[in-house]
T-cell receptor, first 115, second 112 residues
């Protein structure tokens, strides 16, 4: 089954404790991205990656890092989480070479709480 | 910059009634437009998409949307709402930087 998986699904942590949220897709997609969802703001892009070793900032990258060492994986790293990073996070992927398509496939989400 | 506006934060409709969720976008070229639905505690599911061609687009679960370039709108409709349609709905536009720009969402409540 074609899918995007994220782990963990739920995470409660404390301020300053480094954490990583993993994302993996099995569709051989070149493009992957991370979004955060906050009430009243919809989803906003954090980082994206066009291919292995190619990453770029989205609209809200502060406080986040990413890496793309393998095509299927795109982990989101919070080096020193703060309470304002409490949010619902979504990983997404798409086939960059698909004609005329911005359609992205979303993971199930990771709910992060930073106390 | 591209933007999406969903004017209604909450909408309540009776089961069996018709539904229209509004979406206005700002984009210079021909937009790629999407509607996603998020049920409580769930991820995002694509309802329908528009890239070109026929301006009336059919989606899953009986939803449709109409692209109106003159009004910069892409409103979502359903002729008869079911209780299971209660969810949050997001309109999105494909934008520069290979991203989707989302609206703030509309929460749909269904009265029985």
């Amino acid at each position: 089954e074609a899918q995007v998986t994220q782990n963990p699904r739920y995470l409660i942590t404390v301020t300053g404790k480094k954490l990583t949220v993993t994302c993996s897709q099995n569709m051989n997609h070149e493009y992957m991205s991370w979004y955060r969802q906050d009430p009243g703001l919809g989803l906003r892009q954090i980082y994206y990656s066009m291919n292995v070793e190619v990453t770029d900032k989205g609209d809200v990258p502060e406080g986040y890092k990413v890496s793309r060492k393998e095509k299927r994986n795109f982990p989101l790293i919070l080096e020193s989480p703060s309470p304002n990073q409490t949010s619902l996070y979504f990983c997404a992927s798409r086939d960059r070479l698909a004609a005329d398509s911005y359609e992205q496939y979303f993971g199930p989400g990771t709910r992060l709480t930073v106390t | 910059a591209q933007s999406v506006t969903q004017p209604d934060i909450h909408i309540t409709v009776s089961e069996g009634a018709s539904l229209e969720l509004r979406c206005n976008y700002s984009y210079g070229a021909t937009p790629y437009l999407f509607w996603y639905v998020q049920s409580p505690g769930q991820g995002l599911q694509l309802l329908l998409k528009y890239f070109s061609g026929d301006t009336l687009v059919q989606g899953i679960k009986g939803f449709e949307a109409e692209f109106k370039r003159s009004q910069s709108s892409f409103n979502l409709r359903k002729p008869s709402v079911h209780w299971s349609d209660a969810a949050e709905y997001f309109c999105a536009v494909g934008a520069q930087g290979n991203k989707l720009v989302f609206g703030a969402g509309t929460i749909l409540r269904v009265k029985s």
